[in-house]
């Protein structure tokens, strides 16, 4: 157990839908990461936050958005869902923003999107 | 950041050791070499990293070649439960992102 919680852990919705993933970090931790893992294109950066501030984008489409809150768990949302949107999306969390050699991320469980 | 080649699969014997290679040839001065595993579906998990000396925790031991353009992933007693993708990640030390490849897909036989 890395102490990332996610929710849901599956997740079944239409074409055109917006979904809302969610996702606690580890006690402590001040940064939050996104990824998505689908069958085609392996696991791929999303997004980071770090104590509430968008940090670093990655491949994040733009019907794609994220927040962290105040009490630091982060939320992705994912609007006009297309069937490609499919996948695995895993949260990270580390302790630091950057610049540690120790700034390793544990990840969190998943959520397993499928789109029909 | 620099890009890793990976074997794509290997084999190993239960209780034997496994050595993963990972090749970093183009790795800068800058960049540490990074391993993560993912079992089945599950969250990526951290195994080890260094710089350019051998590093040994209570998963495993990497070695990095001198010129740092290739390394080794060593599990020393491998079980059924060290089926996994392995992943070896070259990112320099400020970076935000894990920047995974296809990673080697290890099958630890009984």
């Known amino acids: 157990d890395s102490g990332v919680t996610q929710t849901p852990k599956h997740l079944i919705t239409a074409t055109g839908q917006r979904v809302t993933l969610r996702c606690s970090p580890r006690?402590?931790?001040?940064?939050v990461y996104w990824y998505q893992q689908s069958l085609d294109q392996g696991l791929q950066f999303l997004i980071q936050y770090y104590n509430g501030e968008e940090r670093a984008k990655g491949n994040i489409l733009e019907r794609f958005s994220a927040q962290q809150f105040p009490d630091l768990h982060s939320e992705l949302n994912l609007s006009s869902l297309e069937l490609g949107d499919s996948a695995l999306y895993f949260c990270?969390?580390?302790?630091?923003?950057?610049?540690?050699?120790?700034?390793?991320?544990?990840f969190g469980p998943g959520t397993r999107l499928t789109v029909l | 950041d620099a890009k890793t080649t990976q074997p794509t699969s290997m084999d190993c014997a239960e209780g034997r050791a496994a050595n993963l290679p990972c090749n970093h040839s183009?790795?800068?001065?800058?960049?540490?070499v990074y391993w993560y595993r993912q079992i089945h579906s599950q969250g990526p998990q951290y195994i080890i990293h260094?710089?350019?000396n051998n590093e040994t925790n209570e998963m495993a031991s990497l070695i990095i070649t001198e010129d740092r353009k290739s390394s080794t992933l060593i599990l020393p007693h491998a079980t059924l439960r060290d089926t996994a993708v392995y992943y070896c990640i070259v990112r320099v030390f400020n970076d935000y992102k894990l920047s995974f490849g296809a990673g080697t897909t290890v099958t630890v036989r009984a």
């Open positions: 260094g710089l350019k």
């Open positions: 990270a969390s580390s302790v630091t923003s950057s610049g540690s050699t120790y700034n390793e991320q544990f």
């Open positions: 183009t790795i800068s001065g800058n960049e540490y």
């Open positions: 006690s402590g931790d001040l940064s």
